[in-house]
């Protein structure tokens, strides 16, 4: 081995790893043994993360969930109980389910509070878009279970439905990048469009809004009685909305509810939706119709 180093460029990588063997052969296990634990943690933290991720996609899964829940119309597809029984099971399963996702993660800084007690998502927005953004999946879950926890049901509707578009996106920056401060260009070229379209709807006056104890068939009657009313509606306009408004009573649907206006023109609505569905038929009629100020 001496003489094989003599005669080897003492500046090639061959002389050095000739000389380390010769000097203690136990070395070179030594650095294999570095090398294999190294392989091993990122082996491990690889699954930490691929645990992480499954257990924010569940997440997401119980929430949606959820949502189906809230959406249904007691008259016509679930009796009331039943329905408050399904929503109490779900609230149940997506806390038990946050609890699990944030014990998977390392870092989390979290918001103040205020953020979580507002009834509103403008203080969600600013704090994602100011460039100075701290854990934005982490508090997009957290914010989201105070919206289930509240007892407020379809009040937060359009809230938790914001925020579950988004969440995805979080995710995804989170999995090509491991940073829960991260968030890339797109998500928030994403987040924006979002927060424009979550103020078109909350633009709406609470009085056109869905609430939580009505049936489709109330909502329609209560809305109709306050369109009416209004100097901007006129029934002969409403177009567009096959499916769910008809001016004849020639129609296939199960459930339907008639609205009679005082000039005796009658319209016929079909009550066998969602009530999500109901929400999205009010919100383009007042968009068809120009009723856009909160106070009309």
């Known amino acids: 081995m001496t003489e094989f180093l003599k005669n ?4 090639s990588v061959t002389f050095w790893i000739a000389l380390v063997a010769l000097i203690s052969p136990g070395i070179v296990e030594l650095i294999r043994g570095f090398f ?3 392989r091993q943690k990122k082996e491990i933290e690889l699954k930490r993360k691929q645990k992480c991720i499954a257990n924010v996609i569940a997440y997401l ?7 189906e829940i809230i959406d249904l119309n007691p008259s016509s597809e ?6 408050e029984k399904r929503k109490i099971i779900s609230k149940n399963k997506s806390f038990r389910l946050k609890s699990i996702v944030l014990a998977n993660f390392y870092k989390q800084n979290m918001w103040e509070q205020d953020i979580y007690e507002s009834n509103g998502l403008e203080p969600y927005f600013s704090k994602l878009l100011d460039g100075s953004i701290s854990s934005p999946m982490i508090n997009t879950i957290e914010i989201i279970q105070s919206f289930i926890d509240s007892t407020s049901d379809t009040d937060y509707y359009i809230e938790l439905k914001t925020l ?12 090509i990048k491991e940073d829960t401060n991260y968030i890339s260009h797109q998500t928030k070229d994403y987040i924006k469009i979002k927060k424009i379209t ?6 709406i006056s609470s009085n056109y809004i869905i609430n939580s104890k009505d049936s489709v068939s109330k909502y329609y009657k209560r809305v109709f009685n306050l369109l009416e009313n209004n100097d901007k509606f006129d029934p002969d306009k409403l177009s567009g909305v096959s499916g769910r408004v008809s ?3 020639n129609v296939s649907w199960k459930e339907k509810e008639k609205i009679k206006f005082s000039n005796d023109k009658e319209i016929v609505l079909n009550v066998g939706i969602k009530k999500s569905e109901a929400q999205e038929l009010i ?5 068809q119709q120009g009723i856009k100020d909160k106070q009309t």
């Open 247 to 249: 001016f004849s009573d």
């Open 164 to 175: 579950i578009d988004i969440l995805p996106r979080l995710l995804s920056d989170y999995s």
């Open 8 to 11: 080897i460029d003492k500046d």
């Open 198 to 203: 979550y103020q078109k709807d909350k633009d």
């Open 78 to 83: 679930i009796i009331e109980d039943e329905k």
């Open 283 to 287: 919100n383009k009629i007042l968009s």
């Open 36 to 38: 294999d634990r190294s």
């Open 61 to 67: 899964e119980s929430v949606n969930d959820y949502l």
